[in-house]
């Protein structure tokens, strides 16, 4: 199986500060189709989780455009322009390319 | 809206079987493929399986931890994918989400414990 690598697991950012959570895979991640199927997840305490990004660089729909994906092959990084109050959780990334789909172990993001 | 209900979850004895149902709305239930994942308490996430569309032979994927114990399927005519899950054990317990790309239901608790 593929494994998911974040660092760091534990994040304290101040509000309004930016935040990168990296994300790397043991193997490339590029799709005999051309594409990568890098997906980022939000999860929130005491909720489901919410996909904010696909293809390492797409934004769900209603995902605020703080957020941002990128990265290639097999490193992949996570971006909060200037962190808010209700971006606490957990992130985590999560291969699609490789069967079967694989997490990385997520990354805590807390305010200082 | 698209809106997925898990239901089923509950307390169970290991080696016993339950079965969880995923019930959906707003949107053609037939045309799109269906999957699990899982959340055991305090841990990350990890996939369970999946199940195609008719249009795409209805087939089924599983995890290696589940595969030849859980068994998804589908109701098209009722708008519910079910997973079935045989031989429990304690590692199964977890919280259990149905998704439909990218909606995640609210996830239903399941605990194997004597």
Known sequence: ??????SP??????????????????????????????????QRPGQSPRRLIYKVSNRDSGVPDRFSGSGSGTDFTLKISRVEAEDVGVYYCMQGTHWPQTFGQGTKVEIK | ???????????????????????ASGFTFGDYAMSWFRQAPGKGLEWVGF????????????????????????????????????????????????????????????????
């Open chain 1, 1 to 6: 199986d593929v494994v998911m690598t974040q």
């Open chain 1, 9 to 42: 697991l534990s994040l304290p950012v101040t509000l309004g500060q930016p935040a990168s959570i990296s994300c790397r895979s043991s193997q490339s991640l590029v799709y005999s189709d051309g594409n990568t199927y890098l997906n980022w997840f939000q």
């Open chain 2, 1 to 23: 809206e698209v809106q997925l209900v898990e239901s089923g979850g509950g307390l169970v004895q290991p080696g016993r079987s339950l079965r969880l149902s995923c019930t």
């Open chain 2, 51 to 114: 199940i195609r569309s008719k249009a795409y032979g209805g087939t089924t994927e599983y995890a290696a931890s589940v595969k030849g114990r859980f068994t998804i399927s589908r109701d098209d005519s009722k708008s519910i994918a079910y997973l079935q899950m045989n031989s429990l054990k304690t590692e199964d317990t977890a919280v259990y989400y149905c998704t439909r790309d990218p909606t995640w239901g609210q996830g239903t608790l399941v605990t194997v414990s004597s």
